[in-house]
């Protein structure tokens, strides 16, 4: 390893566990991104500034982003698609995927009815025991999400772009073989990328394939579910319902019919707060660092022209 520090310039709030990681792993804030051999965008940051820092100091190798989705920054990996770039993706999976499991048992166990009850009812619910868990993507989260399924004894598919065979689940498929995994699938989870190809890809068609006592889960990206459709889907009693961290539009404005869909849980985008994952994410910038100055290649690395 180089004993010279690998000077970052920090967009955004340099916050204490973020500059802590930096001096243990052998870089140096610069306030002058002249002088930056790599970029750390961190909270409070935004893409306009990243945006203009690259383009007024291009020569900039490598920048590091706060989140797994890399949406909000598509100016700049257009830009510059010949950067190193690397991504969170993978870093927040631990708390992501419990947010997916907690979502889960609470529409099997029904108790968003139960929260708005108001007098006794007759005993009813599902166990997540032996059930068939579809898993779309299969990144960090992806397998963490699978992982805590699996201690369910549940019967597991996941489905991603690439069809090599995820080893901790029962079957692997292709995006191609979506809609003919849906009809025997008991719990859907979507935790893939936002990207051009995944847009809506549960589509009315997709939601009318699934069994009607299927539920679905969404704690990926909000663009990943038709939200028309979904209404429609919830409101005909085509599915029991869903719960979603993420939805599109996001946030959800007030009025919104699934506020008022009682098949339907709602959370405000909870499954990572700024909390769980400031931790988390210096912990994932102090390891590429460590890794960037002993030549080794980064983790979370993006593909500018996959969109993730």
């Not at 310039?9 to 802590?20: H, N, Q, S």
């Not at 069994?211 to 009693?237: F, K, S």
């Not at 961290?245 to 909870?270: F, K, S």
Request: contains cysteine; charged residues 20%.
């Amino acid at each position: 390893m180089s004993d010279t520090a690998l000077r970052i310039r920090v967009i955004g709030d340099l916050f204490p566990e973020l500059a802590e990681q930096l001096a243990a792993t052998g870089a140096e804030a610069v306030q002058d991104a002249a002088d930056a051999q790599g970029i750390v965008c961190s909270y409070g940051g935004t893409p306009a500034e990243l945006h203009d820092t690259l383009a007024a100091h291009p020569g900039i190798p490598w920048v590091q982003l706060p989140s797994a989705g890399i949406e909000a920054f598509a100016a700049s990996l257009r830009d510059h698609p010949g950067l190193i770039w690397t991504s969170a993706k993978g870093a927040f999976a631990l708390p992501v995927a419990e947010h997916a499991l907690a979502l889960t048992l609470a529409l099997l166990r029904e108790l968003p009815e139960r929260v708005r009850a108001r007098s006794w009812a007759p005993a009813s619910g599902t166990s997540l025991h032996g059930l068939h868990v579809v898993v779309v993507g299969a990144g960090g989260v992806g397998l963490e999400i699978v992982r805590l399924m699996k201690c369910f004894d549940t019967r597991v598919t996941v489905v991603r772009r690439r069809g090599e065979p995820v080893a901790a689940a029962d079957r692997t498929v292709t995006d191609a073989e979506l809609m003919a995994v849906l009809p025997t699938a008991d719990v859907v989870v979507l935790a893939a990328a936002a990207t051009p190809d995944t847009r809506q890809l549960i589509d009315a068609a997709a939601l009318a394939a699934l069994p009607a006592h299927a539920v679905l889960i969404n704690i990926a990206r909000g663009a990943l579910v038709d939200t028309d459709a979904l209404v429609a889907a919830l409101g005909a009693g085509r599915i029991a319902g869903a719960a979603l961290d993420v939805t599109d539009p996001e946030p959800l404005p007030d009025g919104h019919p699934l506020w008022e869909e009682p098949r339907a849980l709602i959370t405000p985008h909870a499954a990572d707060t700024l909390e769980m994952i400031r931790p988390l994410y210096a912990a994932r910038v102090g390891e590429n660092v460590a890794r960037r100055r002993a030549g080794r290649e980064l983790v979370g690395l993006v593909d500018p022209a996959a969109g993730y």
